[in-house]
């Protein structure tokens, strides 16, 4: 921690130095600092000194104070001030202090010789010269000191002497009497021009010569602010405002200007200015007005906030009011206001009967209103909060009752006092309306589930019904079948015995026959065989609706099939006297199916297209598909052919082209049924292609590798 | 044929209750060079069986009194009877009868109508099975 630096040595006499100063810092004009220097220096060395300046008017200058010199030295010291040519006139321009030799200065010689130091601010043409009869060219300290300190203060006062030169100076005492005054005091003569200013109004009116551009500026302003503000009061008291600018801070300030007109005793009329600073009233002023100001916003958006909640109550499709703790009404909404306000006067004529009408419902809704908020009202009901209840209101205009749910809420204050009651109402009658259809839509229902229950209870009949039918379809199915397969069985027995006893006559196990009755009894076997042949159809189709007809794959070739079918049918072929030709495709592959039932549908085909075909020929065809891997065997005859409309009625069982007692060609009419339907076992089909008069062709086409279903 | 012995002759027992059918069988098989026994039914079937051990039976199945079926597997039950190959012989055509026959133990089954020359052709093929299996 360092300590103060010591303090530099004392002056020699600071003392001195310090009463000189305050001497002069309370000299009232350039005569007087002059003499306050003069003195002093000439007490310090002893010897005499002068202080030469201008004086009145141009080319006068005076020996402003002089110590130790006579008259005719202080004159001589006096003319050379100006003089053309004089050292002290040289002096004056140019800075710093000269020393002179004793006879240098005409009638002003001072043994020894003595100094000129000049007088004024650093830099400018001094104001005033200081003599200091001293021996030799070193300057003491004290006249540097002196010339530094005091030159500028005398250079201000001669200025200052020169502007108002023969005005009356105002007392001293008085001078600082009016200097103390806090508020700003001035003495003006009518014109404005300013004859004096305490520190207060110097601050603000008065810049020096080496005040700074700011504060120079600001004063200017000042003084024609002031200037202009005077110039409106004329010369009676007059009390206005004044508006000015602090050159220090650059605030705005605002003045009351107090003027009053002073007639000197000795001259011209004076006029005296005195200012309060009325910024901070004006700053409180302003402050109230923009209290005020703020309050009327705030009051303007409470007003505002008040109409928006009206708009927001009024949207409400809900009847909203507003209740006093004594009942009357505060405030209600547009809803509101239709069921329970009073109707504006003044309606339209000739609707009299029909206000009268209106107003006593609103009577009326008013009053059931009342007895409802009686529920919260009163000491009684202090510890009630919310009322809750139905009423049936009256439209005001129609008449037509409206059920409501009234639900009333206290509001309560900080204090927990009752401040109002808020009653909120809901129209009831769509809630009543939707519970009458709900009522309606239930009882339809129950309607609809005795409806659905008979429905349903008469669909589980026929669905028994039904089921009885499917049962009984099925039994007389079973029933059809066994009894087709115990007929079949009946017909073969007799058949067995007739077919073997023909065959054992024809094989002459009784003796030899004559052609007679062999022919004869070759026909007998012919149509015995017949007859099994119709069993045999018959039973076929039973066995395949009954699903017992097996598939029996084997690997067989077509061409020995077709032998074989040949050979069977070779004695009616013989006994047809058509021509019955076979072509085989050269490239037939042996084929994976059911040969027993490939055989009986080429069987079938062939001896159909014998039947039905009285001349030309039979060709039977049978070729390999390589693209469909499939084998076609096809029938083509040149019989009576079959008309497009009867093409597929052939393919149903029991059905002939011509199925009418008197028909030409007999048959059970299940051979082409059986076919279709040995070949879908196969996974094959018949088709045909016929017209009448031109033939027919059926085509068996089956897969020539069968897949095992 | 007449040239054999009468006892060197194979026996056959035809079972049908179809008289008309027996007796047409029994002539041509007679014809045919064998000696014939005839049963009504089952039970009769069994008797005869037992009593002359014939080398074929000729079976039909739907019989009264015993079925074909229960005879020929008391037949095929019987160590006396064991080794007899029956001939199944049926006018129901559907598909069932077979097995059922087969699962009797029928050694062959045969639709009917069937002509007697194929019926003899049938009942040969059974003794020359039959003839060859016990000469192995």
Redesign the interface.
Known sequence: MASPAPLPPAEADPGARLVLAEHLLACESAVACARAVVEWLARRHGAPAACVGPGDGPGASVCLASEGLTGAQQAALARAWDAPGSPLATFRTRPGARWLAPDALEGAAMPGGFFAVPLGRPGATAAALLMVGLPGPAVPEDVAWVASSAGPHLARQLASDARAPRRPEPDRLLRRVINAVSDPVLLTDTDGTLLFANGRAEALLVAGPDASPGRTRAVELNQRLFRETLAQGGTSVHRREVPLVDPLEGMDLLFELVTTPVLAPDGPSVVVSVLRNLTDLGRATQALGESYRQLRATEREARSERHRLDRVLDSVADPIILTDPAGGMVMMNDPAERLFAWPQSGGTSGEGAADEATLRRVRANDALFASFLANLLGPVNAGVSRWKSQLTLDDPSTGSPVPMEAMANKVLGDGGELTGIVTVFHDRTEVLERARLLERVKEVSSELEARVQSATAELAEQNEKLRRQAIQLEQASAAKSQFL?NM???F??????I???T??LL?G?SGEMTPPQRRNLTRIDSNGRHL?EVI?EI?DI??IE?G???LHLSDFGIPELLQEVMAEMDPIIARSKLTVETRLDEALPGVWSDRQKVKQIVLNLLSNALKFTHEGGVHIAAEYQNATGTVAISVKDTGIGIDVSNQEKIFEDFQQVDSSPTRAYGGTGLGLSICRRLAAMLGGRVSLQSAPGQGSTFTLHFPRRARRT | MTNTPEKSKPLVLVVDD?Q??RE??A??LE?SGFRVAEAKNGQEALDKAFELVPDVILMDL?LPVMDGWEATRRLKGDARTKAIPVVALT??????HTDDANEAGCDAYVT??????ALVDQVKKMIARRDAASAR
């Open positions: 397969a079949s069985h009946e073969r027995t007799p058949l067995n015995a077919l073997g006893y065959n054992m094989q196990v099994l045999n039973l039973t066995r009954a017992r007809m097996p | 179809y008309d059918a047409m069988y002539e041509y014809f739907s006018g129901h055509a559907l598909k069932g009917k109508p069937c002509l007697p020359d």
